[in-house]
């Protein structure tokens, strides 16, 4: 038996197979989840990459700036969920910022119309996604995000860690509004991973050169595993009395000190 058997989930976020959308889908599937996947964008593919899963997923489009497009979505997900449709679980792996925003001087210099589109993408749409799903969402349903922990400042990270922080926020009120449903609402605050989203960060093998040298448990930024199991757990019922959290999954990178 499964730690997710039965459960219907929504994984988003996956552009290729090294996405943690994908690894978390891939594991989700292996733990007896049933998975729809939506992508944006490159969707021939995304349906090609749902292909290279245990079992072959259904994608559907989503681009979670466009109101339509979010308004329309439990109409185009629903019929690839049984007759009974609804959600167990959701997985939002999803962030995005103009080249503007990352990088030395980008603090300082970005515009606010390039600042806007990072805090959209990376945490207003966090909200917009659950909202969205509540017809398809109750009692015992999880909604996940994906982090990088922004308690401090990084290098080259700018206003995508603004970003998360607007995030973590949005995370701690979200699951205040949805707890009455019993619906929860948790963060993954994972370590580096090298993905494709990691690489367009300026300066992202700085993470990599030190990661794994302070993390007590040390850190494979080419392992994803690790982080996608930490969704699966949040995805399942053993869990049940955690919302509101930011969980970490980054060799215990977050402990400690210089």
Sequence with gaps: MGLLDGKRLLITGVITDASLGFHAAKIAQEQGAQVVLTGYGRMRLVERIAQRLPEPAPVVELDVTSQEQLDSLVERVSPHLGEDPKLDGVLHSIAGAPPSCLGEGAFLGAPWDDVAVALHIGAYSYKALAVALLPLLGPGSSVVGMDFDNRQAWP????????????????????????????????????PVRTMAAKSIPGFAKFEDVWDERSPLGWDVNDPVPVAKTVCALLSDWLPATTGSMVWADGGFHAVGV
Excluded at 156 to 172: C, H, I
Excluded at 175 to 186: E, F, H, K, M, S
Aim: no cysteine; charged share 20%.
């Design 156 to 191: 080259a990270y700018d206003w995508m860690g603004v970003a998360k922080s607007s995030l973590e926020s949005v995370n701690r009120y979200l699951a205040r509004d949805l707890g009455p449903q019993g619906i929860r609402v948790n963060l993954v605050a994972a370590g």
